[in-house]
């Protein structure tokens, strides 16, 4: 089923008008007198909001609470519907969105102190703070003796990306994210505190409707999630970068559509500057093998090696490494719009005419570090006993996205037009399946129920 995008659009128009109530002035005067004194010790507000992954389109609040426990985050809930004040939950700060609509006469609930992460003395479950970022969450597993699923970038906030269906090495293993959530601790629109869990004493709805749409529903403190046990053995992986000269682009689109991803494997691509001083773009994949060595990754990426990779950085890494290739992404601060889309086929003229473009835009001055980013897992059903939730994208097996990543704001149309033309591209003939699919008229109707003022409408709003 296809739904068109514009009753979103719609919906977002009617949000921003209905919103402009308070001053940004009295917006932190009412805080101070009202919420600062509710805020428990160890929690407090600032001016400077937290930086953000990317500042294209960033949400700009009059104050950010800088929340120390749940509570905090339900007094600060209570405290905005009571003046009709805008809000958002930041958490690892990496959302791609381009629907932020908070402006200064709204709070920003930073949840980084909810950074905790336990595991349980069984092994089998953890329980991760709302604030807590992926390499927080694998320092505490590798602690513990424990996998965890998590995202593949450092600074992903855990549940950010859970929320949103959840990517990462370890999925054709143990699932998506959102297979992994055995219960959450969430903060409703009303500002109540509740237990979300598959139990039917909770409310199984909102348990369905919050693995996949989640920052729609309310904001989640804490989560309980499973967790595998380990041994060292059972903690490393073969990966590492191989780099192709442009010109061997399209055997590498072939080989990549060509080959069967295993459960322990994935492989992601990029075009990507080499460095300083000369920038020069080049063609890198990333092929990764769970408990694979050096004799078995180079037999399962057979068909990479035989294209002849100028460049091979693979090597057997521990865990608490699989994500250090990436750190190169996690710098804060330019500006990144975002052009992500799902699709079923590598197309070898498709991604020539996007490396095109990619070379024009990556060659102007400030706009060397532009990527783009290709990832494929193998495909990951439902796990038989994970409980069905609104993700609906299991089947995709191509994700792609094109990150213009610039300062200089002069930038923008050359940096939106190179984005959606790429995406345009990638999507072809395939439907334009809307970020929900399939779940969107249940999630309407439990969204009518839990958020009927559709507080939480930054994060592809399903606001029917
Ligand atoms: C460099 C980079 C790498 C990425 N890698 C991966 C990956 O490997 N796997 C993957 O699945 N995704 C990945 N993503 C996508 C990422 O998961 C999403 O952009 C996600 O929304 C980011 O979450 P965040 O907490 O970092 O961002 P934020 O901007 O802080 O949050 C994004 C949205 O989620 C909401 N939100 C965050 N935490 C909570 C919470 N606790 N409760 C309620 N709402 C919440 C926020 O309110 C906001 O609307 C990546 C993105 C980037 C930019
Ligand atoms: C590499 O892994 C394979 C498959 O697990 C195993 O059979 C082989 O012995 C390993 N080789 C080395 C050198 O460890
Ligand atoms: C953007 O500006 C900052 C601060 O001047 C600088 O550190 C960074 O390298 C610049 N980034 C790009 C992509 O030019």
Redesign the pocket.
């Known amino acids: 089923m296809t739904i068109s995008k514009f009753p979103l659009l719609l919906a977002l128009a009617l949000v921003d008008v209905s919103n402009a109530t308070l001053t940004a002035q009295q917006v932190v005067a009412k805080a101070r007198s009202d919420l600062v004194p509710r805020l428990s010790t160890g929690a407090f507000i600032t001016f400077d909001e937290p930086p953000r992954w990317s500042t294209f389109r960033a949400p700009e609040p009059a104050v950010t609470v800088n929340v120390n426990s749940e509570s905090d985050v339900a007094a600060t809930v209570k405290f905005c519907n009571a003046f009709d004040i805008p809000f958002l939950a930041q958490n690892g700060g990496n959302g791609w969105a381009t629907t932020f609509t908070l402006k200064n006469n709204g709070v920003l609930i930073n949840l980084a102190r909810l950074n905790q992460v336990t595991v349980s003395p069984d092994k089998t479950q953890a329980t991760i703070g709302g604030g807590a970022l992926v390499n927080g969450i694998i320092t505490a597993a590798k602690a513990a003796g424990v996998l965890v699923e998590t995202g593949n970038c450092n600074c992903v906030g855990a549940l950010g990306a859970y929320l949103g269906g959840g990517y990462g090495n370890l999925m054709g293993l143990y699932g998506f994210g959102v297979d992994n959530i055995i219960s959450m601790r969430v903060v409703t629109a009303d500002g109540k505190i509740r237990t979300v869990s598959a139990s039917t004493s909770s409310d199984p709805d909102l348990f369905w409707a919050m693995r996949g749409a989640g920052p729609n529903f309310g904001i989640v403190t804490s989560a309980v999630v499973k967790s595998w046990p380990a041994m060292s053995t059972e903690r490393s992986a073969w990966t590492g970068a191989l780099i192709f000269s442009p010109e061997k682009l399209e055997q590498v689109i072939q080989a990549i559509q060509a080959l069967e991803l295993k459960h322990d494997m994935n492989v992601f691509l990029y075009f990507i500057s080499s460095g300083p001083p000369s920038n020069e773009p080049v063609v890198l994949t990333t092929p990764f093998l769970y408990?694979?060595?050096?004799?078995?990754g180079k037999a399962a990426f057979a068909s990479l090696y035989a294209i002849g990779p100028i460049q091979d950085t693979t090597a057997v890494l521990p865990y608490t490494e699989w994500n250090s290739g990436g750190d190169a992404f996690r710098s804060r601060g330019p500006r990144k719009p975002s052009f992500g889309v799902g699709f079923q086929a590598m197309i070898p003229e498709v991604w020539r005419k996007i490396w095109n473009m990619y070379t024009e835009f990556q060659k102007k001055l400030g706009a060397e570090a532009s990527v783009v980013l290709l990832e494929a897992y193998p495909s990951t059903k439902a796990r038989p006993n994970s409980v069905p939730a609104s993700f609906p994208h299991r089947e995709v097996k191509f994700n792609a996205v094109a990150i213009p990543w610039y300062n200089d704001s002069s930038y923008d149309a050359a940096a939106l037009a190179f984005g959606n033309a790429a995406r345009e591209l990638w999507r072809g003939n395939e439907d334009l399946s809307v970020v929900y699919g399939e779940s969107l008229p249940r999630l309407w109707s439990i969204k009518r129920r839990v958020d009927p003022q559709d507080k939480f409408n930054q994060w592809f709003n399903i606001k029917q």
Request: glycine share 16%; aromatic share 0%; no cysteine.
């Open positions: 408990m694979g060595n050096a004799t078995s």
